[in-house]
């Protein structure tokens, strides 16, 4: 009876797969200006928001102070030694509603000798062999994309019925939060969190975040640190084949497609990629995926992100702030102590340009100042995006960050607040351009060293 259900669950997956090729293989991009969007409210559970991102690193400690200062992110609360976890070190940074958490493992030799260790990890997924596997492929990446759903349970049972690899079942911590995680592409996981209860107004951690967190001393005794984000906006992947990667997430999520972009949208004379966004039922839950083109002058820069951080992973994290001039002065200031570099500014005619395309929007003042502090500008049917990119955060050549402010689209809810829609602006299809020649750009000036200073044989 075990071997029948065996080779039935077998044989089930086999048929999911041969059904995701079948859909990939028939996945065909009508390009930006033939997509017309619709939102058919498809989502298959009840998600709510983006809740983390967990990033894995050798040293917790220093990549979140750095986060911390060059992003202007309270460190907020920690599970380490000091609070009895064992297993791992972590730290959560909070401005508004964005959350990152950096996380690293203590001695697993240590760990092995005490059986009651394990159940001090406030993380209850975290695996030795897993993180080590992850940071020697990928070096400091985002394990972990968190969503808040209604019911992690359902979200979870839900997904894995459409065809979702599971990564852990639905584990119940404190009585009263669940966790469960999917595979989402490489070895990047779909976090789902839900409460049974929950106070987001409470200064301990434990009652709005994860049971097992500590406040952090630090805070509540020094001035806070604020450069204005408020949120997390998008999360982008890089995958090496968009159709597979795209109808594996819309099977078991419901998510329906945002936008796309071709290489003939996006691209440069030089290289490009194909790319979707998709989105959940309130359009607050994106999440676009690239892929590289191939047959350029040069590499696609999805190409080398894949090549430099062996497989698919996630390649930006979009952090929404509320004035964008402000969190862009406070960073500057830190970009060369400590803080994050940016990519080159575009040339002086973008800006000439600029009053032509967005002076309705913006004011003299404020496009001399998108100048100064190199924000680039685009808009759309529905409202006006500024966006501005940095420099590869670690050593590799792969995850980023992209700070965005969006202006328009305000609509009101069923009782009256004013609230913005989701991906107003868009995602920047008309600067595209403009980064990706400054990402040539900045790859060039890596070629060069290589080959201005040739490794002796």
């Known amino acids: ?11 089930l997956g086999e048929r999911d797969a041969s059904n995701d090729k079948s ?74 509603n964005l959350h990152f958490l950096f996380t690293a493992p203590y ?14 990890a406030c993380i209850p997924t975290f695996s030795f062999s897993t993180f080590n596997a992850f ?12 969503i808040e759903v209604e019911d992690a349970e359902i979200a979870f049972s839900t997904s894995v019925a459409n065809g979702a690899r599971p990564s852990s079942p639905p584990i119940i911590l404190d009585n009263r939060v669940v966790l469960a995680e999917i595979h989402l592409y490489g070895d990047v996981v779909l976090r789902y969190i839900s409460y049974k209860s929950r106070n987001p107004d409470s200064s ?57 972009f071709t290489a003939e949208d996006v691209g440069t004379s ?37 090549e430099h951080n062996e497989g698919a992973g996630v390649q930006h994290l979009a952090l929404m702030t509320e004035d964008i001039f402000w969190t862009l002065r406070e960073m500057r200031k830190r970009s060369g102590l400590g803080g994050f570099e940016f990519m080159p500014s575009p040339p002086p005619t973008y800006y000439q340009n600029l ?28 409202g006006t995006l500024l966006q501005i990119f940095t420099k590869p955060v670690g050593d590799r050549p792969t995850i980023f960050v992209e700070i965005i402010q969006r202006i328009g689209c305000m609509l009101k809810d069923d009782e009256g607040n004013l609230y913005q829609k989701g991906g107003c602006g868009g995602f920047g299809k008309g600067n ?26």
């Open 107 to 120: 001695s697993p030799s240590i760990s092995a000798a005490d059986p009651t260790a394990a159940a001090t």
């Open 355 to 382: 009053k032509n395309r967005a002076g309705d929007v913006l004011t003299a003042e404020q496009i001399k100042e998108c100048e100064e502090l190199g924000i680039l500008v685009d808009k759309d049917d529905q």
């Open 135 to 146: 940071v020697a492929s990928h070096g400091l990446a985002a394990r972990a994309i968190a």
């Open 204 to 260: 301990n951690p434990n009652d709005w975040f994860l049971p097992n967190f500590a406040p952090m001393e630090e805070v509540s005794s020094s001035p806070a640190l604020d450069f204005g984000i408020r949120r997390l906006d998008h999360a982008v992947g890089n995958v090496p084949e968009l159709g597979t990667a795209v109808q594996y997430v819309k099977n078991f999520t419901g998510f329906h497609e945002f936008a796309e």
């Open 270 to 306: 030089e290289s490009g990629l194909n790319s979707v966004v998709l989105a959940s039922n309130d359009e607050m839950v994106l999440m676009p995926m690239n892929e590289p083109v191939f047959g350029t002058k040069r590499k696609s820069q999805i190409q080398t992100y894949l």
């Open 1 to 11: 009876m075990g071997r029948d259900r065996a080779d039935e669950t077998a044989a």
């Open 432 to 457: 595209f351009s403009e980064l990706f020649k400054s990402i040539e750009e900045y790859e060039k000036t890596l070629e060069a060293k290589r080959t201005a200073n040739p490794v002796n044989a």
């Open 23 to 96: 859909s990939a293989s028939s996945f065909q991009l009508t390009g930006f200006s033939n997509f017309v969007r619709q939102n058919p409210k498809s989502d298959r559970f009840a998600v709510k928001r983006f809740h983390h991102i967990e990033f894995w690193s050798p040293d917790a400690t220093n990549c979140s102070r750095r986060f911390s200062w060059g992003l202007g992110m309270p460190i907020v609360a920690k599970s380490d030694l000091s609070t009895g976890n064992c297993i791992h070190a972590s730290y959560l940074l909070r401005s508004g």
